[in-house]
């Protein structure tokens, strides 16, 4: 079945930088669009980016435009999230989503498949 396995979140001070990845198998990666999520506490989860299946096309949540970066190697059939400039505003659970075909879409319920979060938590 299709898994999702991400990693790289951790404890870091506002302006510093993460990256994220999230690695997939039991699944044509290179066909599936990708996107991040996040869940803050208290918060309803919340779109951050999403990739097309080239990498091609990007979309991101105005909140981390320009501080995040989108993207994919389907050779290694991972997609990362690249975060600069961190605020303590971004703390929250990551999520890597993949679906099985369509667009990529900032919707979460587009996205059929999810990893288990990552723990990223910006100190001020």
């Known amino acids: 079945q299709v898994q999702l396995v991400e990693a790289g979140g951790g404890l870091v001070k506002a302006g510093d930088s993460l990256r994220l990845s999230c690695a997939a198998s039991?699944?044509?990666?290179?066909?599936?669009?990708m996107g991040w999520f996040r869940h803050a506490p208290g918060k309803e989860r919340e779109f951050v980016a999403s990739?097309?299946?080239?990498?091609?096309?990007?979309y991101y949540a105005d909140s981390v435009k320009g501080r995040f970066t989108i993207s994919r190697d389907n050779a290694k059939n991972t997609v990362y999230l690249q975060m600069n400039n961190l605020m303590p505003e971004d703390t929250a659970v990551y999520y890597c989503?993949?679906?099985?075909?369509?667009?990529?879409?900032?919707?979460?319920?587009?996205?059929?498949?999810w990893g288990q979060g990552t723990q990223v938590t910006v100190s001020s």
């Open positions: 039991g699944c044509t990666f290179s066909s599936y669009p």
């Open positions: 989503a993949g679906r099985s075909g369509g667009l990529y879409s900032t919707r979460a319920a587009n996205y059929g498949y």
């Open positions: 990739i097309s299946v080239s990498g091609g096309s990007t």
